[in-house]
T-cell receptor
Framework: DTEVTQTPKHLVMGMTNKKSLKCEQHMGHRAMYWYKQKAKKPPELMFVYSYEKLSINESVPSRFSPECPNSSLLNLHLHALQPEDSALYLC??????????????FGEGSRLTVL | RKEVEQDPGPFNVPEGATVAFNCTYS??????FFWYRQDCRKEPKLLMS???SGNEDGRFTAQLNRASQYISLLIRDSKLSDSATYLC???????????FGAGTILRVKS
């Protein structure tokens, strides 16, 4: 079982809705990530938080807003999404702030459908 | 040119077969290399890191060729449970960014 927990597992929302995806890890990891994965495509990096500070934003549209309330939690706030934003959103964490070992621990993902 | 390129497959092999995947990367300054495995509708999980000297973990062997900028994964004695997508992952420079290849699909059949 994964040690990174994501909720909800499935989410359906309209283009005018506001929703949030949540991620939690209790491994004491110092970095947390949001990835987006479309069907039959690799995960694409969206955001990286190191020591609770945003360190990487891969030019993600502002309708996606990340938040890191503390070292164990990572949220992704969603507002005015488009149907093409439908995807699997994966949260991950790594022990070190720099991915020296390359081991990312992924959650099972939140499957988002935008109508 | 993509940063990380893989043959998407699928590779269809019988149980017990040996199968190899290659992955090429474009940034010659890349420092770290990994293979991840992703089962259908599941999250990716680290399979193994790839070291300059090559490394082996049971039936799995990973190798790095810096001169030609590719890494490889060899699976011996394939099992049905090896069926998955194998993602080549590269850290192009020291830092918090990993670049994932599109993945190679392996199907092991009885």
């Amino acid at each position: 079982d994964t040690e990174v927990t994501q909720t909800p597992k499935h989410l359906v929302m309209g283009m005018t809705n506001k929703k949030s995806l949540k991620c939690e890890q209790h491994m004491g990891h110092r970095a947390m990530y949001w990835y987006k994965q479309k069907a039959k495509k690799p995960p694409e990096l969206m955001f990286v938080y190191s020591y609770e500070k945003l360190s990487i934003n891969e030019s993600v549209p502002s309708r996606f807003s990340p938040e890191c309330p503390n070292s164990s939690l990572l949220n992704l706030h969603l507002h005015a999404l488009q149907p093409e934003d439908s995807a699997l959103y994966l949260c991950a964490s790594s022990q070190e702030a720099s991915i020296g070992t390359g081991e990312l621990f992924f959650g099972e993902g939140s499957r988002l459908t935008v109508l | 040119r993509k940063e990380v390129e893989q043959d998407p497959g699928p590779f269809n092999v019988p149980e017990g077969a040996t199968v190899a995947f290659n992955c090429t990367y474009s940034n010659s300054a890349s420092q770290s290399f990994f293979w991840y495995r992703q089962d259908c509708r599941k999250e990716p999980k680290l399979l193994m890191s790839v070291y300059s000297s090559g490394n082996e973990d049971g039936r799995f062997t990973a190798q790095l060729n810096r001169a030609s900028q590719y890494i490889s994964l060899l699976i011996r004695d394939s099992k049905l449970s090896d069926s998955a997508t194998y993602l080549c992952v590269v850290n192009p420079q020291h830092g918090n960014k990993l670049v994932f290849g599109a993945g190679t699909i392996l199907r092991v059949k009885s």
